[in-house]
């Protein structure tokens, strides 16, 4: 979710869906004051919701950033007939790995 989203899902009060697990954290005292300042330019979000959404926005973009590791298989090719090959970085490792925590949590 970019930025730009996340500004309009709070001015349009799009509320989350939650896991049952609580998490602690400790910002420190910069980022407490931003975070204070998104609650009051948004009156309808609260600073946890604000926190939250900043969080799923930074691991999206981390995601993205883990960079692609071709291997040796090819697994298809892409729309002008070149190889793709398989992608042997932390990429499908951490896939798997957050397949398996949504369960754990789902369940």
Do not use: C
């Not at 602690?24 to 980022?31: A, H, V």
């Not at 090719?77 to 992608?87: L, Q």
């Amino acid at each position: 979710m970019t930025s730009k989203a996340l500004l309009d899902a709070w001015a349009a009060e799009r509320a989350p869906v939650k896991t049952r697990e609580a998490y602690s954290i400790r910002l420190n005292n910069e980022d407490a004051a931003r975070v204070h300042a998104l609650a009051d330019l948004f009156p309808g979000v609260d600073a946890e919701r604000i926190i939250s959404d900043l969080l799923s926005a930074a691991l999206e973009q981390t995601e993205a950033a883990i960079p692609y590791v071709p291997g040796d298989k090819v697994i298809r090719e892409d729309d002008f007939g070149d190889p793709v090959y398989e992608d042997v970085g932390l990429t499908p490792r951490f896939r798997e790995l957050v397949k398996a925590h949504r369960k754990r949590l789902a369940d």
